[in-house]
T-cell receptor, first 115, second 115 residues
């Protein structure tokens, strides 16, 4: 079974631009979560989607948004990029939400650099 | 709200020596506890998790962890490390079934195994 895939793996943007990152969960998994990883702030939860609905949201500004499609694939978008948005963005999938016992499987991440 | 503290940011050890990576958490409710490993330029891989039951949890690659409720700790141990164990290790908690996928991570511990 294929793992979580994220595209693109690397991305370079300039301040003020917007960016869209994509995540395909493990086949059969219906919940997708996004995390931001930076040297200064560590790993922080962005949001979780299930059945095309946002179930949970972290403490990030409205410039960060996401969506989920009917096939469970998810995208996250960051508008008006700032230098501080440079980070590794990780996507994780699990079979169903609302069960803390369920293992989350992480993708390799998208490395975003904002110049 | 929960929080996680990893007590050592860097742990250097020699090959075949034992190692312990320390993790303390804070939460007002019951938690699920996890250890993840991240190799360079990769996503997170689950090493082990504590959900309930036996406080000694065995994971992959010879790692184990012990849940201590009174000390609110979940330390990771391995009796004999290999060069290939060099990586960053993250302790994480999720509060309950209702928190869904939201993991709160510690700052990470860089384990470096020297020959």
């Amino acid at each position: 079974k294929a793992g979580v895939t994220q595209t693109p793996r690397y991305l370079i943007k300039t301040r003020g631009q917007q960016v869209t990152l994509s995540c395909s969960p493990i086949s059969g998994h219906r919940s997708v979560s996004w995390y931001q990883q930076t040297p200064g702030q560590g790993l922080q939860f962005l949001f979780e989607y299930f059945s095309e609905t946002q179930r949970n949201k972290g403490n990030f500004p409205g410039r960060f948004s996401g969506r989920q499609f009917s096939n469970s694939r998810s995208e996250m978008n960051v508008s008006t990029l700032e230098l501080g948005d440079s980070a590794l963005y990780l996507c994780a999938s699990r079979s169903v939400p609302g069960k803390g016992t369920d293992t989350q499987y992480f993708g390799p991440g998208t490395r975003l650099t904002v110049l | 709200a929960q929080s996680v503290t990893q007590l050592d940011s860097q742990v250097p050890v020699f090959e075949e020596a034992p190692v312990e990576l320390r993790c303390n958490y804070s939460s007002s409710v019951s938690v699920y506890l996890f250890w993840y490993v991240q190799y360079p330029n990769q996503g997170l891989q689950l090493l082990l998790k504590y959900l309930s039951g036996s406080t000694l949890v065995k994971g992959i690659n010879g790692f184990e962890a012990e849940f201590n409720k009174s000390q609110t700790s979940f330390h990771l141990r391995k009796p004999s490390v290999h060069i290939s164990d060099t990586a960053e290790y993250f302790c994480a908690v999720s509060e309950s079934e209702t928190s869904g996928s939201r993991l709160t991570f510690g700052e990470g511990t860089q384990l470096t195994v020297n020959p």
